[in-house]
């Protein structure tokens, strides 16, 4: 036997019966007989000169040796079945699951499709919206692209790619639109929100020392696409992220006679920390660039 590190199958012996509290069960497991487990488990005994497991009555229980090998064993078993599934359920040139919120990949991700292609043309992305932000398991999704505040998920690696500016949109066809209202005017005007950013108003208000309750909202709206939407239509004054209303900026669809102001939220990547995917790092290195040349000047 290796100093290094033990036999693999006497070490996957011990750690079946170690896991599942039995021998007999272990053996059904890995399709092997009584004798055989045990036959494993004294290899490893004998090697370390130490008991593994001690009887208790009619059953089994682990030493002190047993339990740390136990620890160390099931992690690394673990981590081996996770990572082998991972890469039998995935080909080397699958798609990268992406998720974001709806209003996120309809004004933002998808009209930008065509130049990350160009930028990145080994990367196939199947996109995912959701409204609802992703649980700390990222479950079905190898990145998610957000904007939200820390702290992170422990398991998470996130790769922060610009803080938010937050800024009020109307269209210019608007009753009553001026680029000259000052701010503190600004809730003569109608005022539309979104359910599903209840803080940007407030946010922006202490910016520009306005009380927030002196801003009434006249609509909300469930999601940021509506809204928006709703600002295009001329029906009220939107509070949105600079990004998602860029392009609408540009073509002048909207107007935003009082500028953007940084919120404590971030743009971010976010990955499962164990994911050694490298198209995420590219991915995140082009959103990153991206984003920082659509940024306006403070």
């Given amino acids: 036997m290796s100093q290094d590190l033990p036999p693999l199958p006497a070490l996957r012996a011990f750690e079946a019966a170690a896991r599942l509290g039995s021998v007999s069960r272990a053996a059904g497991e890995l399709h092997v007989t009584h004798g055989a487990v045990s036959r494993h488990v004294r290899t490893l005994e004998d090697a370390l000169g130490l008991p593994l497991f001690a009887r208790q009555g009619r059953g089994l229980v682990l030493t002190e040796a047993g339990e740390r090998l136990r620890e160390a064993s099931g992690d690394a078993f673990g981590r081996l079945r996770e990572a082998w599934r991972d890469l039998r359920r995935r080909p080397a040139h ?3 699951v992406l998720g974001c919120s709806g209003s996120l990949l309809a004004r933002w991700v998808i009209p930008r499709l065509a130049r990350l292609g160009e930028a990145l043309p080994q990367l196939t992305l199947h996109l995912s919206a959701t409204e609802h932000a992703p649980g700390p398991e990222l479950a079905g999704l190898d990145a998610a692209l957000l904007l939200a505040a ?9 790769h922060a790619l610009g803080p938010e500016r937050i800024g009020p949109v109307l269209s210019p066809r608007m009753a009553g639109a001026d680029a000259h209202v000052p701010a503190g005017r600004i809730a ?3 005022l539309l929100g979104t359910r599903s950013r209840p803080q940007a108003w407030p946010q922006w208000a202490h910016a520009h020392g306005i009380a927030p309750e002196a801003l009434p909202i ?11 939407e709703a600002a295009v239509a001329g029906l009220g004054v939107a509070i ?14 909207l107007i935003a ?3 953007f102001v940084q919120t404590s939220a971030q ?11 490298r198209r995420i790092d590219a991915l995140a290195e082009w959103l990153r660039h991206e984003l920082g040349a659509e940024r306006p000047p403070s």
Avoid: I, K, M
């Fill in 218 to 228: 006249a609509n909300d709206f469930e999601h940021l696409l509506y809204l928006l």
């Fill in 267 to 277: 743009w971010v990547l976010c990955a499962d920390a164990r994911n050694t995917d």
């Fill in 240 to 253: 949105a992220p600079q990004p998602l209303v860029a392009d609408d900026l540009a073509s002048g669809r």
């Fill in 257 to 259: 006679p009082w500028g």
């Fill in 150 to 158: 820390p702290p992170w998920p422990a398991g998470w690696q996130v």
């Fill in 94 to 96: 699958a798609p990268l």
């Fill in 188 to 190: 003569t005007l109608p």
